[in-house]
């Protein structure tokens, strides 16, 4: 069969006949977007902000794909139509299968240049391909990319006969069976683990540019010289071609000012308009290349006046910055996973819905948890004014190696990993370098793939300046990067302030509700707490909230919640997987939220706890009487010894009494001048399950275990209780595995104006 013939048959697969017998793969669950999908449908939007031009062909839609051993040559039959861009396993591409490590994933399409076009280079643009994409067209093979997440381009001009050709394009993905950054995919997913993903996962489109073009642009602002400075890459231009930048405002032009091409402009902005989350403020840029005084290409993009810095307040203390003021970060951990897109969000309305829902919430930052979104996703959140802690994604053989406290680093990089990994590392940043949301750089999560750290964390850091770098986010520290990052769970907690490194709090919280007919699984779901109801669910995230204040005035410059949505058996969000429903009152969260950036409350000290001095309690291991927790109770046959009571071991703990059996009851005396006028609350840590009285009436009930000391309120009844004069502390703690520990004191809130 002619070339010909074969490029018409397969321009009459993609018919509309073809698209109309499409359907999603099976799925336990489907967002509304996703309901809404079709070929016709599919991701249509222009997928770069930061770099548009008006010319532009969507590929996005039915492809043939076919899945076949590794070691085959290019398939003679297909196994039938892939959505692009939705990645084999998802739903939406209506496949749902997932390749191994000793497969190829194979797609075909039939593509034509508009007549238009005619004179003009012609670009093939993939949004993201996991892993290894092999690029043919017309049986010539076009080149190969290796990277789970970052934009690439062949110029296939050559390769077209009349402007057609047959482009196919072959995808290998190792998932866990290789350490290329990956995520949280894994082949068998489960806990905090996912599906996983293989093959293209973004926008593939197609453009015409001229010879000489303006293919990249780095903005970098400058508010305090009043400026902003932008370098184009210019392949093909030649002496005396000139880069023209012109800067406007709400359509007001600001100012224009020429450079050498591949050289930095410098463009005056007087005045600025600052962007902040209050008010994101935004540039338009257009980019000409000249050539004899005539414009031989033009792109638009888009800039921000704002910095982005890690700085002592006026206090002394390190915080992070916003155009050099101290901004406390509020935000969420977003994992950025559908449940019928996997990696691949729906739908672009879909994908700026999550970003809404936050900026609702009161939010004002998140962190992309090793994951990079399509580009159109940080153009969001630089429209809607919310910071971005950019992860990169992680990659690593053994998905428990972060929980080993004695962890190695380097222990299981190869040369050719670590190549790897800084290849995509670099062009993640080149990639985003540019959008003024990006506000923090997190190369490494954890222990997960830690290699070279310090000397990564430093390259960073050289690479870009304009940028805080976070030190490896939670566990494994190696003492390097502008953050010193602290996970706990449910916390929240800090480290204590330092000269030279901000405090924050790189993941807390975790409180779970299952939403029945909302669950990826009916069964075997989880959170670091879980809860039943809504308004337990509510209450305990208040108290995590009030518990964070104070940490604010003590020099924490930022906490992030896990997290936006649950994801898979996760039923940890502040919203179900399909996004139907948000188990908050947003309002109310939004107050809450408001009150961190105010003056944060003082902890006056009512009743001290063990954690300084050890307080002397009365206590037994053996089943008391009833009674045990009122006041006219004699508990002179008990011992007498000085919390807190526990286990050598337990985390963050001062144990003075070994305490090791399933159940202990402590109780002590003590003395109140006056009631408190501020909110009584305990600071208590307990593992696990604790009941706390006050003069034999219950004041609080605890479940699971703290990892450190935190401030549990009174109940009301618990507050009444209180008196002036002589009052009875008794507790209750039971345990069941694990370490073990008990304390508790009492502190008066008082709230600043």
């Not at 105010?598 to 089943?623: I, Y």
Request: charged letters at 25%; hydrophobic letters at 40%; proline letters at 8%.
């Amino acid at each position: 069969m002619s070339l010909s013939r074969v490029l018409l048959a397969l321009l009459a697969c993609a018919g509309p006949a073809v698209a109309a017998d499409w359907k999603p793969a099976p799925s336990p669950l489907m967002t509304k977007w996703g309901k809404a999908v079709t070929p016709d449908t599919a991701w249509r939007e222009y997928p770069r902000p930061q770099l548009v031009r008006k010319d532009w062909l969507n590929l996005n839609g039915l492809w043939d794909y076919a899945i076949t051993a590794k070691d085959a040559p290019k398939p003679d039959k297909w196994d039938g139509q892939i959505l692009v861009p939705f990645a084999a396993e998802s739903a939406l591409s209506g496949v749902g299968r997932h390749p191994t490590k000793d497969q190829h994933l194979w797609y075909r399409r039939a593509v034509e240049a508009p007549a238009g076009w005619k004179g003009k280079r012609v670009l093939l643009h993939f949004g993201a391909v996991d892993f290894e994409a092999t690029v043919f067209v017309n049986g010539k093979e076009v080149g190969t990319h290796r990277g789970m997440s970052d934009p690439f381009s062949f110029d296939i001009t050559d390769h077209l006969k009349d402007g057609k050709g047959e482009l196919v394009v072959r995808v290998w993905d190792p998932t866990d069976a290789g350490s290329q950054p990956r995520g949280k995919q894994v082949s068998k997913p489960g806990g905090i683990w996912y599906t996983p993903v293989t093959g293209i996962w973004q926008t593939v489109w197609m453009e015409p540019v001229p010879e000489a073009r303006i293919s990249g642009l780095v903005v970098e602002p400058l508010p305090d010289a009043e400026s902003v400075a932008v370098t184009a890459a210019t392949p093909g231009a030649k002496a005396g071609d000139v880069v023209r930048v012109s800067a406007s405002r709400n359509g007001k032009p600001v100012w224009t000012a020429d450079g050498p091409p591949d050289g930095r402009v410098s463009l005056a902005v007087l005045k600025p308009d600052l962007w902040s989350p209050d008010a994101p403020n935004l540039y338009d840029l257009k980019i000409q290349l000249v050539r004899a005084g005539q414009p031989v290409d033009e792109v638009h993009s888009y800039f921000a006046m704002r910095t982005v810095s890690a700085a002592k307040d006026e206090k002394g203390v390190m915080r992070l910055m916003l155009n050099n003021k101290p901004l406390f970060h509020l935000g969420p951990l977003d994992q950025g996973w559908w449940p019928d897109g996997l990696l691949t969000p729906p739908s672009d309305a879909a994908m700026r819905y999550d970003l809404e829902v936050l900026k609702r919430l009161g939010f004002n930052m998140l962190r992309k948890h090793i994951k990079v979104e399509p580009a159109r996703y940080y153009r969001h959140c630089d429209e809607l004014g919310l910071l971005v802690w950019q992860d990169m994604p992680s990659g690593f053989l053994d998905p428990k190696q972060f929980v080993k406290p004695d962890w190695k680093d380097d222990a299981e990089f190869s040369p050719a990993d670590k190549k790897q990994f800084r290849a995509e590392l670099k062009a993640m940043i080149d990639h985003l370098r540019s959008f003024p949301c990006v506000a923090v750089w997190v190369p490494f999560n954890e222990g997960w793939g830690q290699h070279d750290t310090n000397d990564i964390l430093k390259w960073v850091k050289e690479y870009d300046p304009t940028r805080p770098v976070g030190g490896p986010s939670g566990w494994t520290d190696r003492g390097y990067g502008d953050l010193k990052d602290m996970h706990a769970y449910p916390g929240p907690n800090m480290f204590p302030v330092m000269p030279d490194r901000v405090s924050v709090l790189g993941e807390f919280g975790g409180l779970g509700l299952p939403v029945k007919g909302h669950l990826w699984k009916d069964s075997d779901n989880w959170g670091y707490r879980t809860y039943k109801t809504t308004d337990e669910l509510r209450q305990n995230y208040h108290l995590l909230v009030r518990r964070l204040h104070p940490l604010v005035g003590r020099g924490l410059a930022a906490a992030v919640y896990t997290q936006t949505t649950d994801v898979e058996v996760e039923v940890n969000g502040l919203m179900t997987y399909d996004r139907e429903v948000i188990k908050f009152d947003v309002a109310e969260t939004a107050r809450w939220h408001k009150a961190l950036f105010g003056p944060p409350p003082e902890f006056r000290e009512l009743v001290p706890t063990s954690e300084k001095a050890g307080q002397t309690w009365r206590w037994t291991t053996a089943k008391p009487a009833d009674g045990w927790e009122k006041t006219d109770f004699d508990a002179a046959a008990w011992a007498e010894a000085q919390g807190g009571f526990g286990t050598k071991g337990t985390p963050n703990t001062v144990v003075r009494t070994e305490w090791k059996t399933p159940d202990v009851w402590v109780r002590r005396t003590f003395e109140l001048k006056e009631l408190p006028k501020g909110e009584a609350m305990f600071r208590v840590h307990h593992d696990e399950d604790a009941e706390i009285y006050i003069n034999g009436v219950l004041a609080a009930k605890t479940v699971g275990y703290t990892t450190e000391y935190a401030e549990v309120p009174l109940t009301p009844e618990g507050r009444k209780a209180l008196r002036a004069g002589a009052n009875v502390l008794a507790i209750h703690c039971r345990q069941t595995g694990g370490g073990q520990y008990v304390d508790a004191g009492l502190v008066e809130v008082v709230e600043k104006k």
